[in-house]
């Protein structure tokens, strides 16, 4: 992570430096309340014409603990102020232009209403927000403006309207109850039963597939394109209009799936036939239609924990061809240029994220390149349809997301503009800090790549406690983002230290998968080379060192602690304390199926070994254990699990548990709980590791 932004947007940000140079004496370190004032930009999306770009602004309802999402406009050319689109008395999101950029369509949940679809005319005369009969779910407009595409399970049954216990109950269950209608249970014969952020779902057998229907822009009965056992997703139009490549897998229908086979299929508007266009990968998703209609481009990968690769092949079918087969990061969301010759996608890079562009004629990956650089994160980066600008969302360590624009590939063009300035007036009171970044060599002689940010108030010649904080995952990774988090925390003095140990994206496939059956090996060295380094550069006060994480780096603090006592505090969150326990209770077993090369029934030793249960007799840190009781991904059990066993051996320990929120607490969780949670955080830390020259307040350190 850079200090700096970029050059390109530097004036933008020199007025705005103006401002905080000027509210110097008021300004703080972030605070948790601070992440109320806090505005989400995301969703840009470019009219035709490419003078207006829509997008979503989220906020925070602090007195109704809610977040509340609009959509916005602005001139592309900056040349007038961004302004509100829609009704700030309802929820809005994703905008979709109409070819011709007269129509806005859009979601929004409103009472009163069935379908959660609008419409808003952009031309005169404007008007209020409409629906247009018969589309039930968010649309795609054919190319000619003249039909909407979408997808839909379709109407909602007449039986389970009059009896809901149906959604219950599997129909394939042998055992009855002697009134269906009083049992207010569930009964399930295969999975799954159970999801994040949904809790018990219905029995698999009783779920209705997603079929693709089409329906005149101006309204009418849609007719259903698809049927059959399976869904369709992802569906593209063709240029003409009488085509549509979707996405439909296999495996949909299967109980137990080890390796989804997402394929493609092209299918004709006027006589309803389908065909499938062969390729020799198991997976293949997120279609692009080339503008001249020649040549379909897509994701393609050998299966699961294998490459993501751009591919490309004839609408018509035909040889397909990888352009990136020897670029070694993963692409996602291919799109096309005006003139059908150049592919573009993003991709992680170290700790960013940017767009890349490959051309048709090229091969093989040595023709990728870089289209946006920086130290910074983009969201959502979309070429214009005349192909001479990039707009997306951007952030970096000091800076949350705003919206830009930026010249594509034209030599001394005019710099990236910034349209937005949604989080100035919090910038001007908050001091954010910056991180520095660090590259070491660990084990087996591989570069790792580190962030250090520098505690608040830091002087030469004194010492400042050190938290190591460690990603989900495991294949994800800190980079060049805002993280309220980390600002909190080098707010309140603490060296705070961001690791990508292996296992990480954005540093090539053989890195991210370097963990697999190895959990807890070299990934935890990595980490401790990591602190090592940190102290070398001196100010780290080595008696009070603390670690944290969640998900996956809960898993892995839970780890730390039962490996080394170096640690005086620790903090975990959404843990997995037991692979065993963890199995039969999470909504996402297939990760360890493939991590740990198979189901704890086969692979027993390897679950064993790499529970964190496995070395808690050594656990003597004292830990703060943080939960979600409708967490699906990792259960509160393993919390619970944890909790009793530190009580039991008389550990400090301390066990939150938060009601109404799932795996993403502290990312989306309801707002007044994200921000009880960062106070907690911080109030532990401060405990037993003081906070930057002050003592802590606990009598000893372990």
């Known amino acids: 992570m850079s200090a700096r932004w970029l050059p390109l947007v530097a004036i933008g940000l020199l007025a705005g430096l103006s401002v905080r140079l000027s509210a110097q004496t008021s300004t703080h370190p972030f605070q948790a309340t601070d992440y109320y004032k806090l505005t989400s930009v995301g969703e840009p999306r470019v009219a035709p014409d490419g003078r207006r770009i829509a997008f979503v602004?989220?906020?925070?309802?602090?007195?109704?603990?809610?977040?509340?999402?609009?959509?916005?406009?602005?001139?592309?050319?900056?040349?007038?102020?961004?302004?509100?689109?829609?009704?700030?008395?309802?929820?809005?999101?994703?905008?979709?232009?109409?070819?011709?950029?007269?129509?806005?369509?859009?979601?929004?949940?409103?009472?009163?209403?069935?379908?959660?679809?609008?419409?808003?005319?952009?031309?005169?005369?404007?008007?209020?927000?409409?629906?247009?009969?018969?589309?039930?779910?968010?649309?795609?407009?054919?190319?000619?403006?003249?039909?909407?595409?979408?997808?839909?399970?379709?109407?909602?049954?007449?039986?389970?309207?009059?009896?809901?216990?149906?959604?219950?109950?599997?129909?394939?269950?042998?055992?009855?109850?002697?009134?269906?209608?009083?049992?207010?249970?569930?009964?399930?014969?295969?999975?799954?039963?159970?999801?994040?952020?949904?809790?018990?779902?219905?029995?698999?057998?009783?779920?209705?597939?997603?079929?693709?229907?089409?329906?005149?822009?101006?309204?009418?009965?849609?007719?259903?394109?698809?049927?059959?056992?399976?869904?369709?997703?992802?569906?593209?139009?063709?240029?003409?209009?009488?085509?549509?490549?979707?996405?439909?897998?296999?495996?949909?229908?299967?109980?137990?799936?080890d390796q989804v086979r997402p394929q493609l299929y092209v299918l004709t508007v006027a006589d309803g036939a389908v065909r499938r266009l062969a390729t020799p990968y198991l997976e293949n998703f997120e279609p692009a239609w080339s503008p001249d209609g020649g040549t379909i481009a897509f994701i393609c990968s050998k299966g699961r924990g294998q490459e993501n690769d751009v591919c490309v092949m004839p609408a018509a079918g035909g040889t397909v061809r990888n352009l990136t087969s020897t670029w070694d990061l993963d692409p996602a969301s291919p799109s096309w240029s005006p003139d059908s010759k150049t592919v573009y996608f993003s991709a992680e890079t170290r700790g960013n994220i940017h767009l890349f562009a490959a051309p048709v004629a090229g091969g093989a990956g040595g023709d990728v390149r870089q289209i946006t650089t920086g130290e910074r994160q983009l969201g959502g980066p979309t070429v214009t349809h005349d192909g001479?600008?990039?707009?997306?969302?951007?952030?970096?360590?000091?800076?949350?997301?705003?919206?830009?624009?930026?010249?594509?590939?034209?030599?001394?063009?005019?710099?990236?503009?910034?349209?937005?300035?949604?989080?100035?007036?919090?910038?001007?009171?908050?001091?954010?800090?910056?991180?520095?970044?660090?590259?070491?060599?660990?084990?087996?002689?591989?570069?790792?790549?580190?962030?250090?940010?520098?505690?608040?108030?830091?002087?030469?010649?004194?010492?400042?406690?050190?938290?190591?904080?460690?990603?989900?995952?495991?294949?994800?990774?800190?980079?060049?983002?805002?993280?309220?988090?980390?600002?909190?925390?080098?707010?309140?003095?603490?060296?705070?230290?961001?690791?990508?140990?292996?296992?990480?994206t954005g540093y090539g496939h053989g890195f991210t998968f370097a963990t697999r059956g190895r959990w807890g090996m070299e990934d935890y060295q990595d980490l401790m080379k990591a602190v090592d380094v940190a102290i070398a550069r001196g100010g780290v006060d080595t008696t009070r060192l603390g670690v944290a994480g969640g998900s996956y780096g809960g898993f892995m603090t839970n780890w730390v602690v039962g490996h080394t006592h170096r640690f005086a505090a620790a903090e975990t969150d959404r843990s997995i304390y037991d692979w065993y326990s963890w199995y039969g209770s999470s909504d996402a077993q297939g990760l360890t199926d493939y991590e740990f090369y198979g189901p704890p029934w086969d692979s027993d030793s390897l679950y064993r070994v790499l529970s964190p249960m496995a070395y808690a007799r050594s656990i003597r840190t004292p830990l703060l254990i943080v939960h979600s009781e409708d967490d699906r991904r990792t259960p509160i059990t393993d919390g619970e699990q944890l909790f009793v066993m530190l009580r039991k051996r008389g550990v400090p320990a301390e066990f939150v548990r938060y009601p109404r929120s799932y795996h993403g607490l502290s990312r989306t969780g309801p707002p007044w709980l994200l921000v009880d949670r960062l106070e907690r955080v911080r109030t532990w830390f401060a405990h037993w590791l003081g906070a930057g020259e002050a003592p802590p307040a606990a009598s000893t350190l372990h």
């Open 57 to 257: 602004v989220t906020t925070v309802v602090e007195d109704k603990d809610r977040r509340h999402s609009e959509i916005w406009m602005v001139p592309t050319d900056g040349s007038t102020p961004a302004f509100r689109y829609t009704s700030p008395a309802s929820e809005a999101a994703s905008p979709t232009w109409s070819p011709d950029g007269s129509l806005l369509a859009f979601t929004s949940k409103r009472e009163g209403f069935d379908d959660d679809v609008w419409f808003l005319r952009t031309t005169p005369p404007g008007g209020e927000a409409f629906q247009i009969s018969g589309v039930h779910a968010a649309p795609l407009f054919s190319d000619d403006g003249k039909w909407l595409l979408y997808g839909w399970r379709g109407p909602e049954p007449d039986s389970l309207k009059k009896d809901a216990w149906r959604t219950r109950l599997s129909p394939s269950a042998i055992t009855r109850g002697p009134d269906p209608k009083r049992f207010d249970g569930r009964v399930y014969t295969s999975l799954p039963f159970v999801e994040d952020e949904r809790g018990l779902v219905p029995p698999r057998e009783t779920r209705r597939p997603s079929h693709l229907y089409r329906v005149p822009v101006g309204g009418g009965e849609p007719k259903q394109l698809t049927s059959g056992a399976l869904s369709q997703r992802a569906p593209d139009w063709s240029p003409d209009g009488r085509a549509i490549v979707f996405v439909q897998d296999s495996t949909d229908t299967s109980e137990v799936r």
């Open 388 to 504: 001479k600008w990039v707009t997306y969302t951007a952030s970096d360590a000091t800076h949350p997301a705003e919206l830009f624009v930026a010249p594509l590939g034209r030599a001394g063009a005019a710099p990236d503009k910034r349209l937005t300035s949604f989080n100035d007036s919090l910038l001007a009171q908050v001091v954010t800090i910056p991180a520095d970044t660090l590259w070491f060599t660990s084990v087996g002689g591989l570069r790792i790549e580190a962030f250090l940010m520098r505690p608040y108030g830091y002087r030469a010649g004194k010492s400042h406690p050190l938290i190591l904080y460690i990603h989900g995952g495991p294949h994800w990774n800190y980079g060049n983002v805002f993280f309220p988090e980390m600002q909190l925390l080098a707010g309140q003095g603490y060296w705070v230290l961001l690791v990508n140990p292996r296992g990480s």
